[in-house]
């Protein structure tokens, strides 16, 4: 039994792209590509100093047009279309909300247009680029805590900009064995094999758990002024966005502009992952946000949200099943990522909200966004709205008490 547990989990994490310790993150990215694309490397690794010096978007129209056609591995275009985000985020908004560019110039354009082909993934800066892939040991034979992390490309934002991606990294990280709690219940299901369930409905619970714990630390390592007036414009993307209605031009690419959101935790696969596996059905716009920001996340993981949404239900199944243990197995799990979701909820207000009203009657830090995103986040939902539609909708998963007290304990 124990080997084809282990084959059929093997099975899973190939099917998935996804790493046993690691989950969604990319195992070891790389940190440099060949010597013919060292134009672009030179550009992402010193990006923040020539944002700062008003030098990036001179560099960007010197750049020759590279073919990506000698990138052979799926590290190497992982890191292509990391660095290739990151020098589109600063070219676009390197002056700041008043004077975003309205066109990505074609040396930069279509490789990017390119790569992001092949990889399945949008040309613009996702969460699986800057949290999934932008990341190394600073000992490679010391343990994944965040002393020993960097960042492979950095925005402005100084430290607060290295603790908002490694803080968001270990938080993915922890949802690691709550992916293989989900993988173990969905196979449970089929079979009916309530004892698994528990189990993995447990392991998934104790990983909400950890992910809520491990965001706190995102108190003690970023800025909400550095956040908010700095770092956010950069994350912002092109499509409901008031600094950039039209949408961005890609030279060499389209002849219209093209819309795409900028960054965001909604892009998270392991979060959509769980609201799948535990029936809970999002509606309306905060429904269709959701979905549309599968769009923006690696097709295996995409894949994998959408395995677990047509599987058989799992909430249907316990409550057929009359189990007060498994019921109260269900609920803990729904609990767990309501509490994570009310979390959000808070850091939204603490680095988003407050940040912008002060902003609003202080006057802004060099770049800031002002008050163009207060009411829209930086992928292009209304933040304070979604989130708590999302976190009202995974209260109403649960069980109600009710239904508990009307079955009959297991003999």
């Known amino acids: 039994?124990?080997?084809?547990?282990?084959?059929?989990?093997?099975?899973?994490?190939?099917?998935?792209?996804?790493?046993?310790?690691?989950?969604?993150?990319?195992?070891?990215?790389?940190?440099?590509?060949?010597?013919?694309?060292?134009?672009?490397?030179?550009?992402?690794?010193?990006?923040?100093?020539?944002?700062?010096?008003?030098?990036?978007?001179?560099?960007?129209?010197?750049?020759?047009?590279?073919?990506?056609?000698?990138?052979?591995?799926?590290?190497?275009?992982r890191l292509?279309?990391?660095?290739?985000?990151?020098?589109?985020?600063?070219?676009?908004?390197?002056?700041?909300?008043?004077?975003?560019?309205?066109?990505?110039?074609?040396?930069?354009?279509?490789?990017?247009?390119l790569v992001s082909r092949r990889l399945g993934l949008p040309p613009i800066l996702t969460y699986a680029d800057s949290v999934l892939a932008n990341w190394k040991l600073k000992d490679p034979t010391g343990d994944m805590e965040i002393e020993n992390m960097d960042l492979i490309f950095s925005l402005p934002g100084s430290e607060s900009c290295w603790g908002f991606f490694l803080v968001s990294l270990l938080v993915e990280m922890a949802a690691s064995p709550g992916i293989q709690g989900a993988l173990e219940v969905m196979h449970a299901v089929d079979n009916r094999d309530l004892i698994s369930i528990q189990k993995g409905l447990l392991k998934l619970t104790l990983s909400l758990k950890k992910m809520k714990e491990t965001f706190e630390l995102m108190h003690k390592h970023v800025d909400p002024t550095d956040f908010h007036g700095t770092l956010r414009i950069f994350l912002s993307g092109w499509r409901d966005n008031p600094m950039l209605p039209g949408g961005l031009l890609y030279e060499g690419v389209s002849n219209e502009p093209i819309l795409l959101s900028g960054g965001s935790a909604a892009q998270s696969s392991a979060i959509q992952c769980f609201d799948a596996l535990l029936g809970i059905q999002h509606e309306d716009d905060s429904g269709a946000y959701l979905t549309r920001m599968r769009d923006y996340m690696p097709p295996a993981h995409r894949q994998l949200i959408e395995t677990l949404s047509v599987c058989p239900s799992l909430r249907e199944f316990i409550l057929s099943c009359s189990s007060p243990a498994l019921c109260q197995a269900y609920n803990s799990c729904v609990l767990a990522l309501k509490d994570l979701r009310s979390y959000h909820l808070c850091a939204v207000a603490k680095y988003i909200v407050v940040p912008g009203s002060r902003a609003r009657t202080t006057g802004c830090p060099l770049r800031g966004v002002g008050s163009a995103l207060d009411a829209t986040g930086t992928g292009g939902s209304s933040p304070m709205v979604f989130l708590k539609s999302v976190r009202d909708t995974t209260q109403k998963a649960l069980i109600s008490e009710r239904w508990l007290a009307s079955i009959t304990p297991e003999m």
């Open 80 to 113: 292509a279309h990391l660095s290739l985000a990151f020098i589109t985020m600063g070219y676009v908004w390197q002056e700041g909300q008043h004077a975003p560019t309205e066109t990505l110039p074609k040396a930069l354009a279509l490789p990017y247009w």
């Open 1 to 77: 039994m124990e080997t084809n547990s282990r084959a059929t989990l093997q099975a899973d994490l190939d099917a998935f792209d996804l790493s046993e310790e690691l989950g969604f993150l990319l195992e070891e990215p790389l940190t440099d590509l060949p010597e013919y694309y060292r134009a672009w490397m030179d550009l992402a690794n010193n990006l923040t100093h020539l944002i700062e010096s008003h030098q990036l978007r001179d560099l960007v129209h010197k750049m020759p047009v590279l073919s990506p056609h000698r990138l052979t591995s799926h590290r190497e275009l």
